[in-house]
């Protein structure tokens, strides 16, 4: 049902409407360079259903931000809350390239089957050694989301 709402936003199938007045937007950290990474919950925030939509984690590549921010603005499915964080590498969006501002590709620096990489896909010299990656994985395991998609 997320899939087809998302697909819908995306090209326009379902009008806008004012976002949720359940709508609440919090800080979850820092990227490397000091920008904020924000949240934002529509729907019931204590909802048994949890979905996570990030719309940009290679700096180069956030097309899912015009999904996110289309989702914004539309009503989450009852019994469900929908997290979203447009940007999740702001540092890397404002230049326009894959890694956050240590080079690192916040994909590559989860702890989940870690290894060291280096050039485009740099791993960072450790597992959740990035403040992107750090602030994603507090702000998930405290809302212990269902589903998570970027």
Same mark, same amino acid.
């Not at 819908?8 to 904020?36: D, F, L, M, N, Q």
């Not at 499915?77 to 240590?102: C, E, F, K, T």
């Not at 602030?135 to 809302?143: L, N, P």
């Given at each position: 049902?997320?899939?087809?709402?998302?697909?819908?936003?995306?090209?326009?199938?379902?009008?806008?409407?004012?976002?949720?007045?359940?709508?609440?937007?919090?800080?979850? $950290?820092?990227? =490397?360079?000091? @920008?904020?990474?924000?949240?934002?919950?529509?729907? #019931? /925030?204590?909802?048994?259903? %949890?979905?996570?939509?990030?719309?940009?984690?290679?700096?180069?590549?956030?097309?899912?931000?015009?999904?996110?921010?289309?989702?914004?603005?539309?009503?989450?499915?009852?019994?469900?809350?929908?997290?979203?964080?447009?940007?999740?590498?702001?540092? $890397?969006?404002? =230049?326009?390239? @894959?890694?956050?501002?240590?080079?690192?590709?916040? #994909? /590559?620096?989860?702890?989940? %089957?870690?290894?060291?990489?280096?050039?485009?896909?740099?791993?960072?010299?450790?597992?959740?050694?990035?403040?992107?990656?750090?602030?994603?994985?507090?702000?998930?395991?405290?809302?212990?989301?269902?589903?998570?998609?970027?």
């Amino acid at each position: 049902m997320l899939a087809a709402l998302a697909a819908a936003a995306v090209v326009g199938v379902v009008a806008p409407v004012p976002a949720a007045a359940t709508a609440h937007v919090e800080t979850i $950290g820092h990227s =490397r360079e000091g @920008r904020a990474i924000v949240a934002r919950a529509v729907g #019931n /925030r204590g909802a048994e259903r %949890r979905v996570l939509v990030i719309g940009c984690i290679h700096g180069n590549e956030c097309a899912g931000v015009r999904v996110t921010r289309r989702l914004a603005g539309l009503p989450a499915p009852d019994g469900s809350v929908i997290w979203l964080v447009h940007q999740l590498n702001p540092d $890397g969006a404002a =230049r326009r390239r @894959r890694g956050n501002a240590r080079g690192v590709d916040l #994909n /590559r620096n989860f702890p989940y %089957r870690w290894q060291p990489q280096d050039g485009i896909y740099e791993s960072g010299p450790g597992p959740a050694s990035e403040p992107e990656t750090q602030a994603i994985q507090r702000f998930d395991s405290c809302r212990s989301q269902a589903l998570a998609l970027a």
